[in-house]
């Protein structure tokens, strides 16, 4: 108990005494944040998109990301491509099997709304957020790499608003309700959780 | 040496009688047979020598509803280079069929997808469960009339 007793006075040693306490939440975010290990799955085009992503050319591991083809290793699970109905068990098992502290990507019109299979496809989920809860969604039939790195650093930045022994901050849905699209079903009710990617918010895309 | 269409349809009628193995008036290389029928003439296929229909392309249907389910298949000779199609008009209430897997290891899955499918049932198939649909799925979704609460119409 050396070191509980001995913390105040410790502590008092710095300017202002709250600094040991932020520094720690600081400290985890940036681990979590510049770790993100995304699990090795795709499941339609998308995953080409994913594939270019993580080689050389664009390179996801200047972000500190690499793939694991295990979920007990994984921080990230990146949706990428058209989720069937037969699939989808098999992919929220897989979310299941992740650690904590994890979070979701879902790539692509599919994973947003069911994208092209939105109508006259039975066999289609429409919204993976249906399923397990999702953080960032990124627009694009498919994505290009630029938009989905820029997904991975929206979340990078939702992850270092993170505190410790609060719940997660997920604050997509007033941002989803206000970017509805007309003559779209609403955003709101198809992602409940998560902030939405659109190319054209894309600073790269843009200049 | 590739036989021609006629030549494997005059073929197939020295053994079976020409009232019921007819042109099919969709398909120039394929000949509607009738539902007895069936098993045996694609055994002949496979075991006659001028024949040698060692491979089966695929096997499908096509639905007409309200009354009609046409069940497709088409066979290759990889040695002699000819195709040929045959074509089997079912009850659409009752589809069933015997299973060709013995003779075409393919024919198990093919078949299986068209169960999946169209909801044609196959005798003597040694495993006969759905292949796209999950395990659960109930309905055969390539049917004209299929419904599907999971579906939402495209807007005219």
Redesign the interface.
Known sequence: MGIVDGLPAHIEKFPGGGLLMTGVNYILNEAKASSMWYMLFGLACCAIELMATGASRYDFDRLGMIFRATPRQTDLMIVAGTLTLKMAPRVKLLYDQMPEPKYVIAMGGCTIHGGPFYHDSYSVLKGVDKIIPVDIHVAGCPPRPEALMNGCVALQNLIRTERLGHDRDRPGLRQLTARQIPGEPPLTRLAPGGALIRPGEIPILRS | MALKFPEIRDRIRQVFPSQIVVEDLENSDCLVVPEGLYRRVAEFLKSDEELCFDYLEFQTCTDHPPELLDFVAYFRSIEKGHRIGLKVKLNRQHPALPSLSDLWANADWNEREVFDLFGVVFHDHPDLRRL???EDWSGH?LRKD?L?P??????D
């Open positions: 796209m649909m999950p979704p299929y599907h999971n579906v939402v119409k495209r807007p």
